[in-house]
Structures are given as C-alpha cells and as structure tokens.
C-alpha cells in the first residue's frame, strides 16, 4: 500500500494495558500529525510534529504519548486508557507544515476501550 | 488560536440539486482554506482549496467562494450525485500554524 499507512486497523484494549498505534507515510513529507475521530469532535488534532520535533501538543492527557523517530514513521503510545478514549485514531502527512500543504490521511486505526 | 465553525452539520438534498455548505473563521490572517471530503468507512480527502488572494475556485461541479471581509466561505456542489453523499469538512490555516478543521456535515443525497 502507497500513502499513509496505519497499524493495527482495529485494535481493542482494556483499560490496564499498554498499546502502539504505528503510522508510516511513503510519500517524502515531513510533517506528520495524529487526529482523534469520535461523534463528539469529529476531527480533533492531538499532536503535529515537523522534521521529527513536536510542534504542537493539544492538551492531550499524559495517556496518550507520540513518538516521531524519523520523518517517515510516527506512533502512538497508549496505556490506562478510558472507555471514552474510543475513537477512529487518524495519522496524516504533509510536505511541510507551511505553504498550504494538502494533509493525506491514512485508513485509520479503530481503537475500542473495554 | 483560529476557530472555524460549520453550518450546517447534516444536509439532505434531491439528487440534482445543489448543496451548499457554510463555514466562518475568526483569524482574519487566515490565507488558506482547504475542503475534505469523507465517505463512509473511508479517510479524509482533499476536494478543493482557495487561498485568500482569491475569490472563488471551480473544479467541475463543485466550486468554492471565500468573502475575506465577513470571514466566511462555502462549499458548492451542482448537480448532486449519490456518490457525493459523505461528510465534508472545511478548515482553515494561517501561515504555518495547524490546520483548523470546521465540525464537518453530512451531506445525504435523496435519489
């Protein structure tokens, strides 16, 4: 698959355990974000990171914790979770963050709580 | 920080008549304003965009117009087509800030 692509596409976890969430994008970019998918926000940036650094975290809980090591891959590291934290969890990509750039999605990883 | 807001938040029309959707920002050094498309089940995809140098953009049946002085821009859509059914979402950024995202519509089309 060419784009962005996101692992697992589903995933179901308890509230005590310890999950990544992994995003690649083959497309050269260099800006990267996370977005949080729910009936209630239906399209809410958690964290954007450019050239590997953060550069913008929007008070998301300590729960959730992103992790960039190249320009390519992104994650996402999820423990103690609530119920409420269910969602469609979006990666996309940019060329940059300036300049206009068109964001592409990845498929998205539905993540259920129990 | 810039905030968008998108009206209305479900929209149905006959197929073949048109849709419009509406969308206000409050930074007024907002320059770009792309809009997204989601079909059920899939990701979000870029339709159009227009920069504030400009007034209007058309691409084939849809077409968007921006008003810098009221701070609002729409979405048009001509002569729906069941396979425009999706949530649209319209957003707005300012330089190299984040991209703001509107709260989306669902555009239904009654065949």
């Known amino acids: 698959e060419t784009g962005v692509t996101q692992t697992p596409r589903h995933l179901v976890m308890g509230m005590t355990n310890k999950k990544s969430l992994k995003c690649e994008q083959h497309?050269?970019?260099?800006?990267m974000y996370w977005y949080k998918q729910s009936a209630k926000k239906p399209l809410e940036l958690m964290f954007v990171?450019?050239?590997?650094?953060?550069?913008e975290n929007n008070s998301v809980p300590s729960r959730f914790s992103p992790e960039c090591p190249n320009s390519s891959h992104l994650f996402l590291h999820l423990h103690t979770l609530q119920p409420e934290d269910s969602a469609l969890y979006l990666c996309?990509?940019?060329?940059?963050?300036?300049?206009?750039?068109?964001?592409?999605f990845g498929p998205g990883t539905r993540l259920t709580v129990t | 920080g810039e905030n968008v807001e998108q009206h209305p938040s479900t929209l149905s029309v006959q197929e073949g008549d048109s849709a419009v959707i509406k969308c206000t920002y409050s930074?007024?050094?907002?320059?770009?304003f792309p809009w997204y498309k989601q079909e059920l089940g899939k990701r979000p995809q870029l339709i159009i965009d227009?920069?504030?140098?400009?007034g209007e953009k058309k691409d084939q049946r849809i077409a968007v117009t921006l008003n810098k002085t009221a701070k609002h821009f729409s979405l048009h859509i001509t002569e729906t087509q069941p396979e425009d059914s999706a949530v649209y979402f319209c957003?707005?950024?300012?330089?190299?800030?984040?991209?703001?995202f509107g709260t989306g519509t669902r555009l239904t089309i009654i065949p």
């Open positions: 990171y450019n050239f590997k650094e953060q550069t």
């Open positions: 996309a990509s940019s060329p940059g963050l300036a300049g206009s750039y068109e964001q592409y």
């Open positions: 497309l050269g970019h260099n800006a």
């Open positions: 227009i920069r504030s140098n400009v």
């Open positions: 930074d007024s050094a907002s320059n770009y």
């Open positions: 957003a707005g950024q300012m330089g190299n800030e984040k991209l703001t």
